[in-house]
């Protein structure tokens, strides 16, 4: 059972909350040298090549790129084939479990949390049932009065835009917390 207990319409709006988080963290982070290689391992070993305009100049001209054009290469395909697949939507048989985590594992390379967009939102609050928004207000040690007499509805409203930093994933536990 999932420990966090949210839909599969919840699943992946978390994981594009997150894929966009992979693509802000590679195209405006300071991501180093063995961050990108990792990254870009982690995909090409998972993925296959698509993306051939990216690839051109590494196969016509890799011997003439300079570092810096070559590491905007390496982010930008990072940004591209990064991405983050809801567990709910996990379905192929042809596709191993490690294949679809490759995302999450880019964005723990990458330290890509730091880049997960707000996440106290309206329409992402709705998608967690009361008893769990409760615990995420109680764990981020905020206080309302009469919260346990709130309708779901209520303590959505009194949620917005007051947890700031609240995350109720990471991509090192992604899979684990809503499989």
């Known amino acids: ?19 966009q988080a992979i693509q802000t963290t590679a195209m405006q982070e300071d991501i180093s040298r063995d961050q990108i290689i990792l990254s870009l391992i982690t995909l090409l070993i998972g993925g296959s090549p698509l993306d051939r305009d990216l690839f051109f100049p590494v196969a016509t001209h890799a011997d003439k790129l300079e570092t810096a054009e070559i590491d905007d290469l390496a982010l930008q395909v990072i940004s591209r084939r990064a991405r983050v697949v809801a567990p709910g939507k996990r379905t192929s048989a042809c596709v191993s479990e490690d294949s679809y985590q490759i995302g999450e594992r880019v964005g723990q390379i990458l330290g890509a949390d730091v880049s997960i967009s ?6 992402l609050l709705e998608l967690f049932p009361r008893h769990f928004l409760l615990e995420a207000a109680e764990s981020e040690g905020l206080h309302i009065p009469g919260a346990n007499k709130m309708t779901a509805f209520d303590l959505r409203n009194q949620l917005h835009d007051a947890l700031p930093n609240w995350r109720p994933t990471s991509f090192a536990t992604f899979t684990e917390d809503l499989s």
Not at 6 to 18: D, E
């Open 118 to 123: 707000r996440m106290d939102t309206a329409k």
């Open 1 to 19: 059972m999932s420990k966090i207990p949210v839909t599969k319409a919840g699943q992946s709006v978390l994981a594009n909350i997150m894929t």
